[in-house]
């Protein structure tokens, strides 16, 4: 297995799905000739050429809509917005056109489409350029929603968004791009709506997904240290949500911490709060707490938005609450 | 290349072709008469926004269109569904809300789809579907098939930023789409020129380097003219056209709304009527000697049996199954 970083396995699928089906393409906002604002699309253009690496002018709603549009008439685009934070223009397309079309057709248009691109906080963009979409996105019927937080799902996960028949919203978490890490090569699928444990434990469930897999990583690691055996679970896929793995994991530790780097109101962990009441109320021993971005537009000064952001260390602390250690 | 220059045409169409719009602006007047009837009997809920007075614009174009060529429109979109051949069944089956309707009754009035006839909806967003008729002409030219897409949508749309989106990169990518504007003078109860600092839509094509044509809206032969060119422009190419094409809304904007409104006076509408598509080609054609009173009352009877017909079917249709609320929302 090769080492890549998260950037290059997306890159990997993109190509291995482009030779595959030549009604796969590429269209957004530097994906050709400058490479990809953040990369992801290097070479690609060299390989296949312009008119299927399709550089657009800077119109969200106008690429994305084209998009659908030729998702209509049978190819099967993939969208890159150059960030979700920029994708705010073109959600007129996404929801009222992409994830409507069959229904409201009666089930006679499939829209096979991608809409892919960086998605959360990095570092000092301030408000307008520092956002989690996924609740948006994940409160839609008709479109599905990944999140991946490693390079083999990254890979995996773009790949069955490519070939699924419905539009499918891929969430790339925009500090990952340079992470490494082991990558199947070719025929590497990670199929939609399932969950995976990213380190088994017993005594807490901590909840995650995209970057803050990583948080939750470095809290168990300190938790471990502290005598406590935390499991991660990485939901990978937002809608569908892998209801099962949840409850499964929290019936066994009986206390979660859900972390995600969206604001707390209405957001994705309040959704896995849900499924855990309503499914493991009776093995539950402490409610369940949730580590969120700060209920603030993001501020641009470096400790004021550290403050902001899901830290292992808020992770660990809401861990001993609900353990009852503090 | 921009020529956005006014033109009236005026070219001689076989008498067949000329029978063959009359009879279908027949049948769409016919029709939207008696989806109005069904609206006020509660028959039809929700927004129904009816097409009379714009007959001669879905007709005249799509006349001039292949049977592979792609149709997306707006929300009043009931005229060129029937004009692309969607059985008058399946339209008013829609309307009704029945499981027999042309989108087994989860789309309605305003998103009425037949992918087999490449009438891909029936779209509620004013402007929204202008992207989409730009992806469909992409699909095309990635292909490399000899199709157009052509996109109906109101004077309205015009003010949106998808309608300016879409018109460039249809312009940059160089995509086979006509794009429709049917001026109708009015969004819902403004009129264009309140709200619009650029009051000839067709001078927008300047902006786009957009081959642009101003179109007799109520003379369905002009409309076949002018969309024939466009067609030409398109399939040896792809080069885009902007229609703008000049009609007049009847009816107040939706089923919900009076007739004239405080927007508009009642001796406008009445002014407007003289010059009604129908009644303009019915002349035509009795000035040459190729119908004549029977023959019209014949066609006109023919309109109207086939829409009671529909209505019949539709009523009798069942409602879709309860299973259906959740079918459709993915594809498996």
């Not at chain 1, 859900?258 to 539950?284: K, S």
Request: aromatic share 6%.
């Amino acid at each position: 297995m090769a080492t890549l970083t998260y950037r290059d396995a997306l890159n990997q699928a993109l190509r291995e799905e482009m030779q595959r089906d030549p009604n796969v393409f590429l269209m957004g906002e530097e994906v050709g000739v400058y490479q990809g604002a953040y990369k992801v699309s290097r070479g690609l253009l060299e390989e296949f050429g312009p008119q299927r690496i399709v550089d657009t002018p800077i119109a969200e709603l106008g690429f994305a809509g084209m998009g659908v549009g030729a998702a209509m008439a049978g190819l099967r685009p993939v969208i890159e917005f150059m960030t979700w934070n920029f994708a705010v223009l073109a959600l007129d397309q996404i929801v009222n056109s992409a994830a409507k079309i069959l229904y409201e057709s009666g089930g006679q248009v499939p829209i096979p489409i991608v809409f892919r691109g960086p998605n959360g906080a990095a570092l000092q963009l301030a408000a307008q350029h520092s956002q989690a979409w996924e609740s948006w996105l994940s409160h839609i019927p008709g479109l599905k929603v990944v999140a991946p937080a490693t390079p083999a799902d990254a890979k995996g996960l773009l790949k069955s968004a490519i070939r699924d028949d419905n539009p499918v919203i891929v969430l790339e978490g925009e500090m990952l791009y340079n992470i490494k890490g082991e990558v199947p090569e070719g025929e590497h699928i990670v199929p939609i709506g399932q969950a995976e444990v990213k380190r088994p434990g017993n005594d807490v469930t901590l909840i995650c997904h995209s970057k803050t897999v990583t948080v939750a990583l470095k809290a168990a690691e300190q938790l471990a240290e502290q005598g406590t055996s935390a499991e991660v679970l990485d939901l990978r896929s937002l809608r569908p949500l892998d209801e099962a793995a949840i409850v499964e994991s929290v019936a066994r530790t009986n206390r979660a911490v859900v972390v995600e780097e969206g604001w707390p109101h209405c957001g994705i962990g309040a959704q896995v709060v849900d499924v855990i009441q309503r499914d493991a109320f009776d093995q539950l021993d402490a409610p369940v707490l949730r580590v969120t971005q700060a209920d603030v537009p993001m501020p641009y000064n470096k400790q004021l938005e550290r403050l902001a952001k899901p830290s292992p260390e808020r992770v660990v602390a809401a861990a001993r609450r609900v353990l009852y250690l503090d | 290349m921009a020529t956005a220059t006014a033109r009236t045409v005026s070219v001689p169409a076989p008498t067949e072709l000329e029978r063959r719009m009359l009879r279908q602006m027949l049948l769409i007047r016919r029709f939207e008469e008696k989806a109005a009837e069904a609206y006020a009997l509660g028959k039809i809920g929700g927004f129904c926004h009816l097409y009379i007075g714009q007959e001669a614009v879905a007709v005249g174009s799509l006349a001039a269109l292949r049977d592979d060529d792609y149709v997306i429109s707006s929300y009043r979109e009931h005229g060129q569904a029937l004009a692309r051949g969607v059985p008058a069944t399946a339209v008013m089956a829609e309307l009704f809300g029945k499981a027999t309707g042309c989108s087994k009754g989860k789309g309605g009035s305003m998103h009425l789809f037949d992918a087999g006839r490449r009438f891909l909806g029936g779209h509620g967003i004013v402007g929204g579907h202008i992207p989409l008729a730009a992806g469909i002409g992409f699909a095309i030219r990635y292909k490399r098939g000899d199709q157009l897409c052509i996109c109906y949508f109101g004077e309205a749309a015009v003010n949106i930023g998808a309608f300016h989106e879409a018109l460039n990169m249809a312009s940059v990518y160089k995509l086979p789409v006509i794009f429709c504007c049917e001026n109708n003078r009015y969004g819902m109860g403004t009129a264009f020129e309140r709200v619009a600092a650029v009051t000839d839509v067709v001078e927008h094509a300047c902006s786009y380097d957009m081959a642009a044509e101003v179109v007799d809206g109520m003379d369905a032969l002009a409309v076949y003219a002018a969309t024939e060119r466009a067609a030409d422009r398109a399939r040896s190419g792809g080069h885009p056209t902007l229609l703008e094409v000049r009609t007049y809304r009847y009816m107040g904007h939706s089923m919900s709304d009076p007739l004239h409104g405080v927007y508009r006076t009642k001796e406008e509408v009445e002014e407007q009527r003289k010059r009604d598509p129908i009644t303009q080609l019915a002349h035509k054609l009795k000035d040459e000697g190729a119908l004549d009173d029977a023959a019209l009352d014949a066609l006109d009877a023919e309109a109207r049996a086939e829409t009671d017909a529909a209505a019949r079917f539709a009523e009798e249709s069942p409602d879709p199954e309860p299973a259906e609320l959740t079918t459709h929302v993915l594809a498996d």
